[in-house]
Nanobody, 120 residues
């Protein structure tokens, strides 16, 4: 079993910054990649940013230049630095990990989510 624990959400004014963190623990042999998703009310969950074990990062267009994902070999912990926040960034942010267990099984895991609210 793998557990992802997120922290760092909160309320911030437009133009402000927040940093989210996600720590993975449990039956982990290798983390192939970690990512941050978000889901706003009435909308589908979307991929915000991802980072591979090799350090390759990708972002959804709406956050490019404002958000930065970082981590140590895509393992522990992974951070999402969010700058120049906008009201449309308001959502629940979820950490996701693509993990190979010590038994060789590959699975996707999710954190419990952390609320980010940006006031305009």
């Amino acid at each position: 079993q793998v557990r992802l624990v997120e922290s760092g959400g909160g309320l911030v004014q437009a133009g402000g910054s927040l940093r989210l963190s996600c720590a993975a623990s449990g039956n982990i042999f290798r983390v192939n990649a970690m990512a941050w998703y978000r889901q706003a009310p009435g909308k589908q969950r979307e991929l915000v940013a991802s980072i591979t074990s090799g350090g390759s990062a990708n972002y959804v267009d709406s956050v490019k230049g404002r958000f930065t994902i970082s981590g140590d070999n895509a393992k522990n912990p992974v951070y999402l630095q969010m700058n120049s926040l906008k009201a449309e960034d308001t959502a629940i942010y979820y950490c996701n990990a693509d993990v190979v267990s010590n038994f060789g099984f590959r699975n996707d895991y999710w954190g419990q989510g952390t609320q980010v609210t940006v006031s305009s």
